[in-house]
């Protein structure tokens, strides 16, 4: 049912999702912690991985501080609206999920160490929704650039999914697809929680469940 409802989603008409705009919205130059250029150019050979799991200001914050990430960003992706904005998002007829993107060196992180902080702070089972925040930007996503990255994460869900039915949890409701258009978020969404520490109210919705040891890569 799940994957019914994504397609739905994606499907929007002109009738119920807002037109957009033809320019991206505004947001940060620069990275509020790392001081790198949002948009980049980033250096080579970094690569990047994309990420939705549910509310995107906890998860950013996560994502920047592993070691080997060089930047991370917030923003839109997986619907149909061009460039939207956040309260669009929140609307629920645009079809986006809230996503982080992260630019890493693969000399330094691998990409199934990224895979396993994603499976990890969030329940993958929920479906649109991720605890208390409910709606279509919420699911779990897992958009791929590359076919080492589609086969990387698909045996991540299979093995975190064998690992979540073992402690009695329902079947995973994460997407794997091809990376869509990414949209930048707002400015002031940008690494929300390194620029409002008073006001953090996000906390993780994990389901607790470690990834598999034996399928845990150093680096």
Aim: charged residues 20%.
């Amino acid at each position: 049912m799940i994957f019914g409802l994504l397609k739905m989603f994606r499907n929007r008409g002109p009738d119920t999702a807002p037109p957009g705009r033809d320019r991206p919205i505004r947001t940060a130059e620069l990275h509020a912690v790392k001081r790198v250029p949002l948009k980049g150019p980033y250096p080579e050979p970094h690569e990047t991985a994309l990420f939705g799991l549910g509310c995107f200001w906890g998860p950013e914050r996560i994502f920047w501080s592993i070691p080997g990430v060089w930047l991370t960003a917030v923003g839109y992706a997986g619907g149909s609206t061009p460039n939207p904005t956040y309260r669009e998002v929140c609307g629920g007829l645009t079809g986006h999920a809230e996503v982080v993107l992260v630019v890493y060196d693969p000399s330094r992180l691998r990409y199934e160490t990224l895979l396993r902080v994603f499976w990890e702070h969030h329940d993958p089972t929920q479906g649109m929704r991720q605890g208390l925040d409910v709606g279509s930007q919420y699911r779990s996503v897992l958009y791929v650039y590359s076919d080492a990255q589609r086969r990387a994460a698909e045996a991540s869900r299979a093995a975190y999914g064998n690992a979540l039915s073992a402690r009695g949890y329902g079947p995973i409701t994460t997407e794997i697809a091809d990376a869509p258009s990414f949209y930048f978020a707002e400015e002031y969404l940008q690494q929300y929680l390194a620029k409002n520490r008073a006001k953090c109210c996000w906390r993780p919705f994990g389901t607790g469940v470690p990834f598999p040891a034996d399928l845990r890569k150093p680096g």
